[in-house]
């Protein structure tokens, strides 16, 4: 006998159920626990990243920096670290400005590469306000340890980052963020769905609509307009 976390939202004591193959329609609390635990530790980690880089004090050189998605949620389940970075306007003068700010980071010695995007005027693409800015992608890489990737994107506001992130901070409950952590596990472990393009954030909105199982999921990712991704036997 094992404590289970169901579909229901709540922890009971009895065996688990399951579907064919990863439609599990309970949550073992040992997964939960494990999930939680791993959460813990990503955040401490990347916190020292942080710490390491002065990546804070370099972004607001940039603009008005704010940590967004898995860290900043409480919902980390790989080593991924996002900012959105607002600025009046994004231009030549503010990429100029933002880059001679990086010289710290571009050297440091656990810094393995940096990578820039520009969705500035024609690269942008569909023109809309929301999607021009520009991107610095930092790897960061500590002794014997797997690499962190630093996502930030120098934008203007209003950010539907920023928009999740509140809203996800007003309402997730323990229940929702252990199914959260259970359902980006399932994610990150086959490849197929990050090729489909089935980011964190559809489990996020997903989760805001009521979705707790993997079966549920996939028939919220079917009505969305995704692949369908069959499940190995």
């Known amino acids: 006998m094992c404590a289970i976390i169901t579909a229901e939202y709540g922890i009971h004591e009895g065996s688990s159920s399951y579907l064919k193959g990863r439609d599990r329609v309970a949550l073992t609390l040992e997964e939960a626990n494990n999930d939680g635990q791993r959460e813990v530790e990503l955040q401490a980690e990347a916190q020292t990243v942080l710490d390491d880089l002065h990546l804070l004090s370099v972004l607001q050189t940039w603009g008005e920096p704010h940590l967004v998605g898995s860290m900043a949620m409480g919902l980390m389940a790989c080593k991924d670290i996002d900012f959105n970075v607002l600025v009046a306007h994004v231009g030549a003068d503010t990429l100029r400005a933002a880059y001679a700010a990086m010289a710290p980071v571009v050297v440091h010695p656990r810094v393995s590469r940096l990578r820039y995007a520009s969705q500035l005027g024609q690269f942008n693409p569909d023109g ?63 490849a197929r769905y990050a090729a489909a393009g089935v980011h964190s954030r559809y489990v996020y909105h997903a989760a805001l609509e009521g979705i707790r199982t993997w079966a549920q999921f996939q028939h919220w990712l079917a009505h969305h307009g995704f692949p369908s991704i069959p499940t190995p036997d």
């Open 128 to 190: 809309s306000p929301v999607e021009e800015g520009f991107y610095c992608g930092i790897h960061y890489r500590a002794e014997n340890r797997e690499p962190w990737k630093i996502d930030v994107w120098a934008v203007v506001p209003p950010r539907p980052e920023i928009a999740l992130r509140d809203q996800m901070t007003r309402e997730l409950s323990a229940e929702m963020r252990a199914a959260i952590l259970a359902l980006k596990r399932e994610v990150q472990q086959d």
